[in-house]
């Protein structure tokens, strides 16, 4: 037993390698291949005035006239030593620039997820409950216009409303001028982008929690349960609910980098300081180095939250385990 | 008295496209201690029937006339909550496909000890567990520490039967309706879990509402016949007598 569970990790740690590999091997290529002079990030407006002699040698400084592979190499090696080299816009290292953006990031992603997930999760009970009752119907009517409306308008349509006709609420950035360690002042910021991120998220999540559901519902073993002296409700919060939770934490897994991903557009629409706007400006800019970080560091979130999919799923479905899971029960083989 | 009685009972489904008659004015009643095997073709409304008494129908049916009794007391108006109670201690139900009639998330052992659990609130969780066992025991399963651990997806169609049988008999229920509950499981099987309820009838006294369209097992095991067709419930009687007519009314055709 003990052994198959080693086996497992070491399976899934092997994949995680292998899918981060190759994300960088693509990520490398389509952005060098994009059209477009990293030049232009390194010394702005300056390359025109440059000659073709300067041009040359910058770039030979920077690396860039090497063929492809021999670029991957030296940037696999420096990868692996954790040096990710400088990003040619900020001119500082690229890790520096990421940490002091991420943790807006993570704070907005993070809240918005979490936020999505119960949500998610009590409205689809909810609704689940209410059948196509009244609740229920006002509910997926809502849910419907607003998921169709995109982030970047919804964002633009709050920040009409409440920033500049009501002014209630402040409508760029992560804080105020001179006010950097103000948690009062943070939360208010974060209201308009964590209302997007939530609005744009949450119906996906609630509809699909509701349609397992009634999946469920529809099940027969619904019936013997009710059977048993169970009422409605109980049915749902004991019975469905348990066999729609599996897929819906892995839903979630996989929704995880998608909701922090999701952050990207708000945060250039709101002028938030984060992640996104930093990969929007990367790839905007060529700015190689740092688009690299960034799409490696979304993209190993995303493979990691898979893989955490999976086990997750695997851990509390029954059906999904493997022989010899953590129980020690086997499997019977039919 | 009778343990059962269902008079003029009538009940329609309500579609956008209109109304469909699934019983017109079923009557019948069911004698305690009584194996009573409901027979017709599919669609004819044997299973509505069991669902109307039990009010598991969904939204869209109704209970149009008719007045459903047991044991002298009319039933018919009961709410949700006062069948609730009646659900998991005067009746009972196997369905037909064990399979999926039970919950594919929770061990056997869970399953079964939900239903104690709603029939007997009092009991400790040893003493639970203890039921649990006997119940397994009775129904023929082997109560080991493994089985009682096991999900639904590592037992065979028998083995799941006599799982959703156990959680019926938890309910300790004076009616147990079996939906075709052999009708899934292949012949062998089926004839011991027919055995099954012969026996359990015999040590629990409860009556059995056997739907089947097998007229073996009708034969096998039911005291009387009802016939249904369309709807209607045209004919109830004494198994050897009702099924003679069949076999007759065959031959001439």
């Known amino acids: 037993m003990k052994k198959l569970y080693i086996v497992t990790i070491l399976h899934n740690v092997g994949k995680f390698v292998l899918s981060v590999f190759l994300l960088s091997v693509l990520v490398f290529t389509v952005s060098r291949l994009a059209p477009g002079d990293p030049l232009y990030a390194f010394y702005g407006e300056r390359v025109e005035k440059m000659s073709a002699a300067q041009q040359e040698e910058a770039r030979e400084r920077l690396g860039l006239h090497e063929p492809l592979v021999t670029q991957y190499g030296r940037w696999l090696r420096g990868a692996v030593r954790g040096d ?169 897994a996989v929704a995880l980098p998608h909701i922090l991903g999701g952050t990207y557009v708000v945060e250039t629409v709101f002028s938030y300081p984060g992640i996104g706007t930093l990969a929007y400006e990367s790839a905007r800019y060529q700015d190689y180095n740092l688009l690299m970080v960034v799409s490696l560091l979304t993209g190993t979130l995303v493979i990691f939250c898979n893989l955490l999919a999976g086990s997750i799923g695997g851990r509390i479905d029954p059906r999904m385990r493997r022989h010899g899971g953590a129980d020690g029960w086997e499997v019977k083989s039919r | 008295m009778d343990v059962l009685t269902v008079k003029d009972l009538s009940v329609s489904f309500y579609r956008p496209e209109g109304e469909t008659e699934a019983l017109k004015q079923v009557s019948f009643s069911l004698r305690e201690g009584e194996i009573l095997a409901v027979m017709g073709e599919t669609g004819c409304g044997k299973s509505v029937l069991c669902k109307s008494i039990l009010k598991l129908l969904p939204d869209i049916a109704r209970i149009k006339t008719g007045h459903i009794s047991i044991r002298g007391e009319e039933i018919t108006g009961y709410s949700e909550k006062q069948m609730q109670k009646l659900r998991g201690s005067f009746f009972s139900m196997v369905f037909q496909n064990p399979m999926t009639a039970l919950n594919p998330c929770m061990t056997v052992g869970e399953q079964i000890g939900e239903a104690v659990r709603l029939r007997r609130p009092e009991l400790s969780g040893r003493e639970r567990r203890q039921r649990v066992a006997a119940l397994m025991e009775l129904a023929g399963l082997n109560p080991s520490k493994d089985r009682i651990r096991q999900y639904p997806f590592q037992l065979s169609g028998g083995m799941a039967q006599r799982c959703v049988i156990a959680i019926a008999l938890a309910a300790e229920p004076a009616v147990l309706f079996a939906d075709e509950a052999t009708t899934a499981l292949d012949v062998t099987v089926q004839a011991q879990i027919l055995e099954l309820f012969l026996k359990l009838r015999k040590r629990m006294g409860m009556s059995i509402v056997l739907v089947t369209h097998n007229p073996g097992v009708a034969a096998a095991v039911a005291d009387r016949v009802a016939l249904m067709r369309g709807g209607e419930l045209f004919r109830i009687g004494d198994v050897e007598e009702v099924l003679e007519e069949i076999i007759h009314s065959h031959n001439l055709t």
């Open chain 1, 84 to 252: 990710f080299g400088i990003s040619y816009q900020y001119k500082r290292d690229v890790k520096e620039v990421i940490a002091a953006r991420i943790g807006n990031t993570l704070l907005l992603g993070g809240l918005g997820f979490g936020l999505t997930f119960v949500l998610a999760l009590f409205l689809g009970l909810f609704c689940a409950w209410r059948e196509d009752r009244a609740a229920d119907r006002i509910i997926c009517a809502i849910g419907t216009v607003t998921s169709c409306i995109p982030e970047f308008w919804l964002s633009l349509l709050l920040l009409l409303v409440f920033a500049v006709w009501l002014g209630w609420l402040p409508g760029s950035g992560a804080y105020s001028v001179g006010k950097e360690g103000d948690a009062a002042d943070r939360a208010v910021h974060l209201v308009l982008p964590l209302a997007v991120v939530v609005l744009g998220h949450l119906w996906y999540y609630a509809f699909q929690v509701r349609n397992r559901l009634l999946e469920e519902v529809r099940a027969d073993y619904v019936l013997l349960a009710r059977m048993k002296g169970l009422g409605g409700r109980q049915v749902l919060y004991r019975h469905c609910l348990r066999g729609a939770m599996p897929s819906y934490l892995s839903m979630m």
